[in-house]
């Protein structure tokens, strides 16, 4: 996932809920006797749907194909490496999934996108003052870089956006670094998107920024970051939170730190490349679809693994279920493999943008963009009326413990989707580790876990599968 | 801690086991009523110090002297960084370790001990097939280097050293990858050890070894390795869980993988060095003992903050708490800080070798070593005599819920005072992480936690101060 979600999408999902706990509104109107009908309707007809979702569990869990999305993620990541936007291995990639997809019997096309160019090239921060020290360091995506020479200049280390403020005159001509502490990936992140901008207004040179996690072995994590409009450049670079202490403690002792910072970042033109579409036709409504997601770019270190192999490869594996137990849905099962999410959802939101004519049509929008580990519950978009459907879909998940239905499906691909109305779901996972891993070297196979991700194909196929198959789509 | 440990100590460790739940035998005689009269005694007479022990914890943990072990270690390691051996930054260490006690007020003096001097140099490892990747690594230390060009060879990945045994064929010319699971850090540490040996002795050109550890973000681990007598020194480093694994899958699909590796170590002539002593001296038997210690040198990546500097620091926090209220017991309290422990214990062996003409004057030895995280017992070897005195005395640290007294003190720079048969303890922490960090770059000031340090040190102050003052040496 990248750092894209922000605060309309938060927004929205307040709403959202409060809408859905108020049961009046302009989407949930008041309980008739026709609601009730209905509703007795939709549980009988979920509940039919038990027999084919402990079928498809069992496959995923326990027969043929156990372990497949596995042993597919490890081929895949151990062949091309990681990927980010703009790169050779992402067209590889891409490539890749369309032979794989199609190999495995599938309708796949793909579908242009212009995405972002940022390319790292070589790098390093190094203290020269009080002690020499290297310092373990990632450029951010979409940073300028610095001359040839380097930057090498005095530091201020400061915790927050506040105390930067406080201590604006200090900032001149300094590399600020902001040594913020970790309260939780959606808020920390500010400091990664929007540093160097606000170090920039008041005339800092280059910013270093704490990495966005709770644990590091000392390790940094990249990620992009955004330049306010006619806010001046900075080169601007993650380092990890034991040299952001460091930092920190030496200057509150009162020692003058210096830090050279070497960057050859630099953007290059938009590339081409393609969005991923594989799909199962629907049997009575082919042009109504839901669709199924994860992203093929990563980072450029580490493998992208987990972020987001994982979520390519169950969406993947959903198709794969579904046609070896010889099943068809009503509507069409669409898997997408988006493009440059990393950059900001780039990917996604041309899709959006080529297919909202057509948003009609779009009966369910999935993304699973936050890990693939044991998965504990379906997060779930939508108005109250298609709630109560995925309430009812959710206790077929009952073999595999994983019948909770929370608020909010989320996903940077599917984000324009949710903001248009779409009813949208997303999987929730045991992820306490996620962000320790999340945008470093260490988002590998070795995260992985093959029963894990048998789990989250399981319920993802179930859901997707039901939902394509109801007599209605679900209600607006 | 470094690896040496080893099987003569475990043991020595068993026959005390065996020998202490036996009542029997040479040390332990059979129960009589002097003996019984003795316990009596001795347990009233630790009793008595149950005032001073909570003024000693309540200085520590609450009083004046909160977290100053904490702030002497961040100062410590953020002004000289690591210390391994050989280096000039350990000369540094002890020079300010030398500097810091003095002006703390005690006696201190340095006794001279002549060290490895290994050299890392640059290094890097490559895979060039069947893709493009670099590979995080470490040297591991005494390994020698490879010629200037790098040593380019197919590599042969195994689990163990049974199957390089019986792949011994394969073995001729090739780079071995051991990919063996982590069972614990005393059993697989065997790999890092004797891995170049036992592939050397198949013609194998390097090894690269899975990091000694359960868990990791892409962080090699260093260590000591050694060579065996007669056989062929080849180069040997570790590399990441991640990097052995991705090589296993690799090889497990039958695909060929090169790697290159160029590594500049070598072995200069021994150094230089000292190990520090720090006293307060006893006020009625001045000659005889408790030794506390921790060791100043450390891997030549991270702080060495975990691994020695913290027990370096407690040990010294012992003589500060003792001092400052104003005490001094009958016996000399002696903390040591140990050099060039991480090459085998080299500073505490040479030690041993100079005093054991006065082994019956050490009362007791203690080592911290394995941490200084939140204390859960006092590890302890010496008699049954012995250990019930013991026994009495971890009661006093009740206020700080450490009344555990455990088998077995341990501590490479204490082992040849153990198996001459001092009575030895150890302090026993939650160090459920202990090895994540150990040998990496990660063993930073991030790890450490001045509550927890000041557990640990009025643990070790209570302890010492105790034993130093009772009116009887622990019976051996």
Known sequence: ?????????????????????????????????????????????VANYRDVANKIIDLAVYGAAQNRSYRRLSKFTDTIGNRVSGSHNLEMAIDYMFNATKEDG????????????????????????????????????????TPPEGIEAQVLVVKS???LKQRGKEAEGKIVVFNQPFVNYDETVAYRSKGASEAAKLGAVATLIRSITPFSINSPHTGWQDYEVGVKHIP????????????????????????????????????????TVVEIKGWQYPDQVVLLSGHLDSWDVGEGAMDDGGGAMISWEVLS???????????TLRTVFWTAEEPGGIGGQQYFDQHKVNLSNFNMVMESDLGTFTPVALQFTGTPAARKVMQEVVKLLA??????????????????FINAGVPAASLHVEDSRYFWFHHTEGDTMTVQNPHEMNLCSALWAVVAYVVADLESMLPR
């Open 1 to 45: 996932m990248a750092q894209k979600d922000g605060l309309p999408f938060l927004l929205f999902m307040f709403l959202s809920m409060l809408l859905s706990q108020s049961d009046c509104g302009p989407i949930a109107g008041p309980v008739d006797a026709s609601d009730t009908t209905a509703q007795k309707g939709i549980v009988e007809e």
């Open 106 to 145: 599938f309708d796949v096309h793909l579908e242009p996108v212009k995405i972002p160019h940022w390319v790292r090239g070589k790098e390093s921060a190094e203290m020269i003052l009080p002690r020499a020290k290297n310092l373990a360091m990632l450029g951010l995506g979409s940073s300028v870089g």
């Open 161 to 163: 956006f506040e105390e």
């Open 236 to 275: 601007t670079a993650c380092i990890t939170i034991e040299d952001a202490e460091l930092m920190w403690r030496m200057a509150q002792r009162g020692q003058v730190i210096v830090v050279r910072l070497k960057m050859e970042a630099k953007t290059l033109p938009d590339a081409d490349s393609f969005n």
């Open 321 to 331: 279920l579904i046609r070896d137990l010889g099943l068809r849905p009503r509507r």
């Open 399 to 416: 073999p595999i413990n994983a019948t909770t239905l929370e608020t909010h499906g989320e996903g940077t691909d599917i984000s324009p």
